[in-house]
């Protein structure tokens, strides 16, 4: 029977090169301090002894050929193997990347840990300084914690990249429309509202009227005729009752101090053009991660009815590839959708179940949480009186469907599966099988006895030949 460690958050990677090396003297652990100019570099061996003091390292190729050949050096004085040499730093910003994915062509081992984690390695934790940090590092690689750094070079990495960007974007947006709503409720109160204006907001035929010329008056003083066929162009239905009822709410509605009006137009149309921009950047950027996603394993989770592309994608990406998925409890709290615990005074005191940690990966915790309320609203029967059952019972159905989503994806992902409703998983009733005959023949035989019979199968359709 394999004996389970209790130190369950170790990376394996580290685990099998301590375990290679046998013997944590001949293993060397090289923790950096990231940063866009010059970076902090520390030598020491698996026993926690500093085998050369903090240097500098430049990011750039002359700083990777420097390092590389620090490396060579150390490992000659101390005999230690090049396989059993490993680097390791900070999450950061992408302008390590270069630098990570350089060490990793190498046929380095580089691994990443979390910044909050290894500030409490800290041996001062009221300073905070490039050798404090250092230590902090060290600390925690030597505890083999952490990740690979850069992640998975991939497909499911490129997709990621994707659908951040779609996200961003997104979000640009949101923030842009926020900005037009601002300004349109000064210009004309109420026209991004279709009750009252009768124009869809945010459609083609709104964006139109707001980019030019754009107040009250101004609407109501246009020709109609020319003004309608515009509108027809840009695809508004009922152009003509449209038009009329916009008019007649153009007079009645406050105006602005015509000193302002003009200011507010110019940055109106800025405005306009810029959402039309993020639109058609979030278009393209959709039909690459469409592309993307049809070239993984998460293309099966688009085969559960109320599950599209955008939100696969996401959940996918996130996941990551099938080969290198966590259990479904870890990422379960990876993703912060199940409640913090705490149970202290002994075994007769129970555990307290409070809030969600906020401490998560918030793009995976919105992709899966609203693939959960989908699947309340639009997905398979079963499903939707899963998600029914659990907001009766008083629980947050959106993530019980979310942790439930996992437990499905993950499965079809592994497999390469396509989801199938529980009405075809069922087996075939074996009265089909049978010939009409034998399937409908009454077992009573006689005065209440019953003659057993032989089931005899369909025979074959014939050949055409």
């Not at 090169?17 to 520390?42: E, G, N, S, W």
Request: hydrophobic residues 35%; glycine residues 8%.
């Amino acid at each position: 029977m394999k004996n389970k460690s209790i130190f369950t958050r170790q990376n394996q990677t580290l685990v099998n090169l301590f375990r290679d090396a046998k013997h944590p003297d001949k293993v060397l652990c090289v923790p950096i301090d990231y940063a866009k100019q010059t970076h902090m570099a520390l030598f020491c061996d698996g026993s926690e002894r500093q085998l050369k003091k903090p240097f500098p390292v430049k990011n750039n190729p002359e700083g990777i050929a420097f390092l590389l050949d620090a490396v060579g050096k150390i490992c000659r004085k101390h005999h230690i193997e090049r396989e059993h040499v490993f680097f390791g730093g900070e999450d950061c910003g992408t302008f390590s990347d270069n630098f990570i994915y350089a060490l990793r062509e190498e046929g380095f081992t580089v691994i990443g840990v979390n910044a909050a984690d290894a500030a409490k390695q800290r041996e001062n934790l009221q300073a905070s300084t490039d050798k404090l940090d250092l230590l902090g590092i060290a600390k925690m690689l030597l505890s083999k914690r952490g990740s690979i750094a850069g992640g998975q070079i991939g497909k499911e990495r490129a997709l990621r990249s994707l659908t951040r960007h779609r996200d961003s974007q997104v979000r640009m947006r949101t923030a842009t429309s926020n900005r037009i709503h601002k300004i349109v409720d000064q210009l004309f109160p109420g026209f991004l509202d279709e009750k009252c204006s009768s124009i869809p907001p945010f459609s083609e035929a709104s964006l139109y009227l707001m980019e030019d010329r754009f107040s009250p008056v101004q609407i109501a003083k246009r020709q109609d005729k020319a003004l309608l066929r515009q509108l027809k162009v840009h695809g508004l239905q009922h152009a003509e009752t449209a038009l009329g009822k916009l008019k007649v709410y153009a007079r009645q509605v406050l105006g602005h101090p015509p000193e302002l009006v003009g200011m507010l137009q110019t940055s109106l149309a800025g405005e306009v053009n810029l959402y039309r921009c993020l639109g058609n950047n979030i278009d393209l950027i959709g039909r690459e991660i469409a592309q993307q996603l049809a070239q993984t394993s998460g293309a099966m989770l688009t085969t559960i009815r109320g599950i599209g592309i955008t939100l696969a994608a996401g959940a996918a990406s996130e996941i990551g590839p099938p080969e290198s998925q966590p259990s479904l409890r870890r990422l379960c709290s990876y993703s912060g959708i199940v409640p913090r615990v705490k149970q202290t005074g002994g075994p007769e005191k129970g555990a307290k179940t409070g809030r969600v940690s906020r401490r998560c990966n918030h793009l995976l915790k919105n992709y899966i949480v609203q693939c959960g309320n989908h699947l309340g609203q639009h997905g398979p029967a079963d499903l939707k009186e899963d998600h029914r059952r659990r907001g009766a019972n008083g629980q947050h159905a959106d993530f019980g469907m979310a942790r439930r989503y996992l437990r499905m994806g993950m499965r079809l992902m592994r497999n390469g599966e396509s989801y199938v409703p529980p009405e075809l998983r069922l087996p075939r009733r074996t009265s089909d099988l049978l010939s009409p005959d034998v399937a409908h023949a009454p077992r009573q035989m006689g005065q209440g006895q019953s003659r057993p019979y032989r089931l005899r199968l369909r025979p074959p359709p014939r050949s055409m030949a």
